[in-house]
């Protein structure tokens, strides 16, 4: 018998594995995701966290449609610099070129927001938690 879901951040790496046979350019199928998204924070009750990838030709804002964005209270891009080390930036407000990287995304809906915030700069601080 599964047991109940419970916890305070759960993380969909990356949205493309977990995007199923949708197109994440169609807004139609961002919506569809965004809302089974929203059914996860519903019912645990949690923060979601979206690592997602640049976009090929713009990597200064994440792959695909624009409806992920609209559904997220913070867009934050992690990025390496021209030294080769990585860092958080907010997006949009300071967007940054960079040489590959992921979105991570925290839901407008999500009840832990603060709990996510701090595991994405858990995260992102620690090399050693980078690599678990």
């Not at 809302?35 to 019912?43: G, L, P």
């Not at 407008?108 to 995260?123: D, G, H, L, P, R």
């Amino acid at each position: 018998m599964p047991r109940p879901a419970t916890g305070s951040v759960v993380v969909t790496d990356t949205l493309n594995r977990f995007f199923g046979a949708g197109d994440e350019n169609s807004t139609q199928d961002m919506t569809a995701f965004c809302a089974a998204c929203k059914q996860v924070i519903d019912r645990v009750p949690c923060s979601m966290l979206a690592i997602h990838h640049t976009g090929h030709a713009d990597s200064g804002r994440e792959r695909g449609s624009i409806v992920l964005r609209s559904a997220c209270d913070v867009v934050i891009q992690i990025a390496k610099d021209t030294s080769g080390k990585w860092g958080v930036i907010p997006v949009p407000e300071q967007p940054l070129q960079n040489w590959g990287g992921s979105f991570l995304a925290i839901p407008k809906t999500s009840e832990n927001q603060e709990a996510a915030w701090k595991f994405i700069e858990y995260v992102c601080a620690d090399a050693k938690a980078a690599n678990t």
